[in-house]
Structures are given as structure tokens and as C-alpha cells.
């Protein structure tokens, strides 16, 4: 059987967030269906050093609090001079505050720093790379949401905002924006549901906890990294999606907002 083929070999694509689970797993999927790989971290640099070395000669280490718009500006540009250009972004960067905190208990501080690590970030990431497809008429951006963002998160209403807006007003602006400047651009979303990584290793040790999370979905199992990496490789890929844009896909082992199980 022949090996499909994403059409991405040779293409110049910047991971944010590789440090972490899933955006580590992206940038390795990216690298092994042949892209150059831009792999960006914020604080965890011996982690996406790592990464890096796994994606081969062509991957490049970039670093940049995104949350600052100075960084972010200098993120591209470096991602710019290393390849020349971008021609496709995985907006992973993000977090999850792991204490739950009830809304009327919730201070302006981590709203304020949940709003503008995950939704101020993707909004300058996807800023940064909309400019470079001004530049060369073509592009595809993935946005990464969350399930939380589709059915809400008890404890997390300042996350889950962030990533209803990402979802939800962002991406279906944005897919309408891109093809002003790139006819065939496109902008999609994956939206992970309970999935292993550095940010959620302690909270699904809890004991009793992914019973209680895999209620509602049929696949009673939490997602590996791999799992939504290969998802946002596909929307990247023209090959694969060519024809897909302002879609949302949820890798959440067909979670929905009943309890299906006992």
C-alpha cells in the first residue's frame, strides 16, 4: 500500500509551544513527513533543545514570550531570516491553570494572565503569521482550542473563555480574513478533549479521575499528544484538506455533554 502523501515535504512550518506535549508531538510529526520545522518554546528550552534534535537539521530553536508583542514580532522575523518564510503555523502555545477556582472566587490577576497566555498569544502568533502570508499569497493556519471551550469547564471559566473565543469568533473571522490576502489560504481548529501531557500529568493522577472525565465519551480513554498532532498535520496539509477551512475537529474520544457511562 502507498504511503499518502501531505504534500509537506520542504514546507517551512512554525510549532509555538513545542516544548509541551502536544506541540512536541507536532513538530515531530511535521519533521517526519519532510517540513523544516521552526520549534518554538517560551521557558521549558532543554525540553524543546530536545525536540529540535528529533526533527533533524532543517528544524530551528526559536524562543519568544508570546504574550509580549515585542517577542512575538521577533519570533516571526528570526522564523523569516532562518527559512525565508512560513508556510504553515500550528498555534499550540497555551495554558491550563490546574487549580480549580470557582468564577466568584476567581481573581482579576489569573484572568487576566489565563486570557492572555492562551487567547492574546494566538492572537499575536496568528497576527505574525498572517503578515508573512501577506507576503507570499499562500498559507494555512491550525489553531489549537480545547474542549473546554465547546462545552465549558467548571473551576476553568477563564480558560474555557479563552478558548470558546479562539474557536468560536477568531477562527471564523480569520478563515474569512485570509483569503483577502491568499485565495487558497485556509485557518482551522482542533479542539483537544483530557490529553497526557507535562501541563495535565498530575491532575490525571489524581485517583478516580479519568473515570470520572471519560463519562461522557465513547473512546473511555484520555488522548496521547499523537493523537491531535496527526489531526493538526492533516488541516496543514493542502494535500489533505485542501478544501477545508474554518472547521473545528474535536479529539476527544467523541465526548458530548451527557454521561454515556455508568
Known amino acids: 500500500m502507498r504511503a499518502v502523501d501531505t504534500g509537506l515535504s520542504g514546507k517551512r512550518v512554525l510549532v509555538t509551544g513545542a516544548s509541551g506535549g502536544i506541540g512536541a508531538a507536532c513538530a515531530r510529526a511535521f519533521a517526519a513527513e519532510g517540513a523544516r520545522v521552526g520549534v518554538h518554546y517560551h521557558r521549558g528550552r532543554d525540553r524543546a533543545e530536545a525536540v529540535a534534535a528529533e ?3 532543517g528544524a530551528v530553536l526559536l524562543q519568544a514570550d508570546l504574550t509580549r508583542e515585542d517577542e512575538a514580532e521577533r519570533l516571526f522575523a528570526e522564523a523569516h531570516e532562518a527559512f525565508g518564510g512560513v508556510d504553515a503555523c500550528a498555534a499550540v502555545a497555551g ?3 490546574e487549580e480549580d477556582v470557582p468564577l466568584w472566587r476567581l481573581s482579576l490577576d489569573r484572568w487576566q ?4 497566555a ?6 499575536l502568533t496568528a497576527r505574525g503569521f498572517l503578515q508573512e502570508v501577506e507576503r507570499t499569497g499562500r498559507g494555512n493556519l491550525v489553531l489549537v482550542g480545547s474542549t473546554a471551550g465547546l462545552y465549558g469547564e467548571a473551576g476553568h471559566a477563564d480558560y474555557a473563555s479563552a478558548k470558546s473565543a479562539i474557536v468560536r469568533g477568531l477562527l471564523l473571522s480569520l478563515k474569512n480574513e485570509i483569503v483577502r490576502i491568499a485565495p487558497l489560504g485556509r485557518v482551522n481548529a482542533v479542539c483537544p478533549g483530557w490529553t497526557v501531557s507535562p501541563m495535565t500529568r498530575s491532575t490525571l493522577d489524581e485517583p478516580g479521575l479519568v473515570d470520572r472525565v471519560t463519562r461522557t465519551m465513547p473512546l473511555r480513554k484520555v488522548a496521547e499528544p499523537e ?9 496543514a496539509s493542502d494535500a489533505l484538506s485542501g478544501h477545508v477551512t474554518g472547521q473545528v475537529i474535536t479529539v476527544a474520544g467523541g465526548m458530548e455533554g451527557r454521561v454515556l457511562h455508568d
Open 55 to 57: 526533527c533533524g537539521e
Open 95 to 97: 495554558i491550563w491553570p
Open 113 to 116: 494572565e489565563t486570557l492572555a
Open 118 to 123: 492562551n487567547l492574546t498569544a494566538t492572537f
Open 227 to 235: 493523537d491531535v498532532a496527526r489531526q493538526i498535520v492533516v488541516l
